[in-house]
């Protein structure tokens, strides 16, 4: 569930060469975004001058958000995919782009917005469902998460991290039987899911307390989506 989460990573090099040197006995302090964005820039400047970016197109455009996003640039991966969709409004696939770089950033209001574009735009995509349900658990909307994990299922029936999800949703309503089925199916398509075995542990341990499971449910909810 929480790897499922497009994880953004920074090159070895960028790591290597800004992370704090620790304490003995401390792990390394990791980078901040803010203390990359000098080396972000000069990513961005180098790969806009290769052929298959420097294109003034939509598709360009497009092409050097994903590499910037696959690198772990975050906020040159938003530039690009809003000046992609600027020269072609009617594409859904930088609106999905977009909203995925926004939910791994914490911007849940906008990441819906986007993928809600991207939806409206193209066709049934689990993938964009999936991801707006998590926006929308981000933002604390449960019903709209769960309406938007459920027909992500509906596209892809064997997503053991969609089935988690919404069995935590279902958790944090107080919906205890569909928590139950849910998570089992998680469980069932993926025997060694630590994440949904956790919540069935929850569910376990507060033996179907509804107050109680919601409170915990809500607890890691929080966890999970807490602003950085």
């Known amino acids: 569930m929480m790897n499922r989460l497009w994880p953004i990573l920074v090159t070895s090099v960028l790591l290597s060469t800004l992370c704090v040197v620790a304490r003995a006995g401390n792990p390394p302090a990791q980078p901040s975004e803010s203390s990359l964005e000098p080396e972000f820039r ?14 003034t197109d939509a598709n360009s455009k497009f092409r050097l958000a994903q590499e910037l996003a696959r690198r772990g ?36 209001a906008d990441a819906v917005d986007a993928l809600q574009s991207s939806i409206r735009l193209g066709r049934d995509d689990h993938q964009a469902f ?25 596209l892809k029936e064997d997503d053991a991290e969609a089935f988690a999800d919404l069995g935590l949703v279902k958790m944090a309503k107080g919906d205890i039987a569909g928590a139950e089925a849910a ?32 409170k915990e449910a809500q607890a890691i909810l929080q966890g999970l989506f807490a602003r950085e």
């Open 130 to 154: 999936y991801w707006l349900g998590r926006a929308y658990m981000g933002k604390g909307e449960l019903a709209a998460a769960a309406v938007a994990l459920e027909r992500s299922i509906q």
């Open 183 to 214: 998570i089992a199916r998680s469980i069932k398509l993926k025997p060694d899911y630590a994440e949904a075995h956790r919540l069935r542990e929850v569910l376990s341990k507060n033996q179907r307390d509804q107050p109680r499971v919601m």
């Open 73 to 108: 640039d975050m906020q040159g991966a938003m530039e690009s995919y809003r000046a992609a969709i600027h020269l072609k409004v009617d594409w859904a696939d930088p609106y999905r782009g977009l909203g995925q770089v926004l939910l791994d950033h914490h911007d849940y």
């Open 42 to 55: 000069q990513l961005r400047a180098k790969l806009s001058a290769l052929p298959e970016f420097s294109g």
